[in-house]
């Protein structure tokens, strides 16, 4: 018995030699990482891998408690401090795939997508495959944010630093925190299968990878599947509130921003003062100020987004024409309206 698990074995390692020797040639899979892909076909930036020498004790799992937790657990014991008494970085962004059409996202497809996979529907973009971005607070963020933005821009350390003080309200991330979230942030870059290549599109870019070939080619392939960065630009509340931007709302469309975008910040007061359920005191309550033009009317809210109070720093970040269309707004509008009947 004994001689035949070990002619058995023998057997394994032959035919597991033989075949590594055979496939010398590289398969991609979906699993594989975009930014290995490029770097492959020649281009990388190293400058945005973590440090991981960077003393504290930098690690994913720190940059993953960090965004989704707001506390990490120190090196040397106990945890730090929260990084922010308003938010954590999911109140805002997902940390998932929200587009399926990586190179034109599209708020209505997005709420589509949302609303299948269960996940929130948010003003910031998910930072799943932030560090496969170049650019950072595009668009115009700017005019909010200022000189702010300026190094930011082509940077995603302080494009994080930014946000953790700014967007976050809370204190400023310490050096091995911030490469932790960065280290995090590599467990979440695009995937392969995320690029919807053709079968066309796969053979070359593989063929590519094996050959030395066409590899331009293939790096433009890659490269237009996805977008650089995420576009975004203000847009207004309509001239006249009471008769609103002008589509025809959908209801149903709204009941899907309502639950997956407004109840994931307000529901129980989860990352608010303010409580929205879906009573039919809420809906009537931002019925009433809807039309008018208080200050907290609803295309105010969501075209404004809600200032900082003094003495609370919490706010509610606007929605950009990128994360909701006039129309969607409509739809909004529309299942409030019906809901507060
Ligand atoms: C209150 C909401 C909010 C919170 C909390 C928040 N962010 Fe943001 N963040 C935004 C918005 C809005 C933008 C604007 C640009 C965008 O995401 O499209 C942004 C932008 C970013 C960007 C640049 C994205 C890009 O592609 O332009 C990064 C990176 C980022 N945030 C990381 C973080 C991290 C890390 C945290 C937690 C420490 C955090 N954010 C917390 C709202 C928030
Ligand atoms: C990222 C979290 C977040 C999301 C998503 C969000 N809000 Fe807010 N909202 C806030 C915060 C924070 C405030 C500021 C109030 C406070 O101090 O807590 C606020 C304030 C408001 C106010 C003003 C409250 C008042 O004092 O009268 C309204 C109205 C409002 N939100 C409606 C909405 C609607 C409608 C949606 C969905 C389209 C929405 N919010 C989505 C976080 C959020």
Not at 78 to 104: M, R
Not at 239 to 251: A, H, L, M, S
Not at 273 to 302: E, M, R
């Amino acid at each position: 018995m004994k001689a035949l698990y070990s002619l058995v074995g023998l057997l394994l390692i032959l035919l597991v030699g033989i075949s590594t020797t055979i496939k010398t040639e590289i398969i991609i899979d979906e699993k594989d990482s975009v930014a290995d892909v490029m770097r492959k076909l020649g281009k990388s930036d190293d400058s945005k891998y973590p440090n991981k020498n960077v003393k504290g004790g930098v690690s994913a799992e720190a940059g993953r408690l960090l965004i989704q937790e707001g506390f990490a657990p120190k090196e040397k014991g106990g945890k730090t401090k929260k990084q922010s008494k308003h938010f954590v970085c999911t109140s805002c962004h997902n940390i998932v795939k929200e587009d399926i059409d990586l190179a034109s996202p599209d708020p209505q497809e997005r709420l589509i997508y949302s609303e299948e996979q269960g996940i929130p529907f948010l003003q910031g973009t998910t930072l799943y495959g932030a560090v496969n971005r170049e650019t950072f607070y595009n668009g115009d963020y700017e005019k909010k944010y200022g000189a702010l933005v300026e190094p930011a821009r082509n940077d995603i350390r302080e494009a994080i630093k930014l946000c953790a003080v700014e967007c976050a309200q809370g204190r400023e991330l310490d050096d091995w925190e911030l490469e932790s979230i960065l280290a995090y942030l590599w467990t979440i870059d695009l995937k392969m299968g995320d690029l919807l290549l053709n079968g066309e599109e796969f053979d070359l870019v593989e063929s590519a990878l094996n050959t030395g070939e066409d590899q331009e080619d293939a790096l433009a392939i890659v490269e237009s599947k996805f977008a650089k960065g995420a576009e975004a630009h203000f847009v207004y509340p309509p001239e006249d509130r009471k008769k609103g931007y002008d589509y025809v709302g959908n209801p149903e469309n709204g009941k899907m921003i309502y639950d997956n975008s407004c109840l994931h910040c307000h529901k129980r007061q989860r990352y608010s003062y303010f409580d929205l359920d879906n009573s039919k005191l809420s809906f009537k309550y931002l019925k009433g100020k809807a039309n008018g033009y208080a200050p907290h009317s609803l295309y105010q809210v969501i075209r404004w987004g809600v200032p900082t109070k003094s003495g609370k720093k919490s706010y509610m970040p606007q929605y950009t024409k990128e994360k909701m269309s006039d129309q969607m707004v409509e739809d909004l509008r529309a299942y409030i309206e019906k809901r507060a009947e």
